[in-house]
């Protein structure tokens, strides 16, 4: 009996492999070795507290340094930042950028100011015309 289930144990199980390998390979085996690879530097973060914890040695400062660094790195790439070491550059396109939107937002505070007195006016005419009409024509 064991003999009949054999080809089809075997068929069931390279389908799975052939299954296995095809989605690991996509998108989803992207996002697991990712995931995989976040453990290391968990692990690393862990050991560099624990290390600030326990009086600094020379290697816990070294892996809070690697940490410290890998972590401004990746926040820099993840906002399509350069890197640390154009800090002075990175400040002056912060700083035009301010210089823009200052700009934009003046603008539009006297747009709203105008706005604002354009209804004020249309106001004052609509109740011109209502106290006239409930006035009566003139005798």
């Given amino acids: 009996m064991s003999a009949e289930w054999a080809p089809v144990v075997a068929v069931i199980g390279?389908?799975?492999?052939?299954?296995?390998?095809?989605?690991?390979?996509?998108?989803v085996g992207k996002a697991l070795g990712d995931w995989i690879r976040g453990w290391s530097q968990t692990d690393q973060q862990w050991l560099a507290v624990q290390a600030a914890k326990h009086?600094?040695?020379e290697l816990g400062t070294a892996i809070a340094e690697s940490v410290r660094s890998q972590v401004e790195s990746n926040l820099m790439a993840s906002l399509g930042l350069k890197?640390?070491?154009?800090?002075?550059?990175?400040?002056?396109e912060l700083a035009v950028q301010r210089d823009t939107i200052t700009q934009e937002l003046d603008a539009l505070r006297h747009e709203v100011t105008e706005l604002a007195e354009r209804l004020d006016f249309a106001e004052r005419l609509l109740a011109q015309e209502r106290s006239a009409a409930r006035l009566g024509p003139p005798r």
């Avoid at 390279?14 to 998108?27: C, H, K, N, S, Y």
């Avoid at 890197?83 to 002056?92: N, Q």
């Fill in 83 to 92: 890197a640390a070491a154009d800090t002075g550059a990175l400040r002056g």
């Fill in 55 to 57: 009086g600094g040695t």
């Fill in 14 to 27: 390279l389908a799975l492999v052939i299954g296995a390998t095809l989605v690991l390979r996509g998108p």
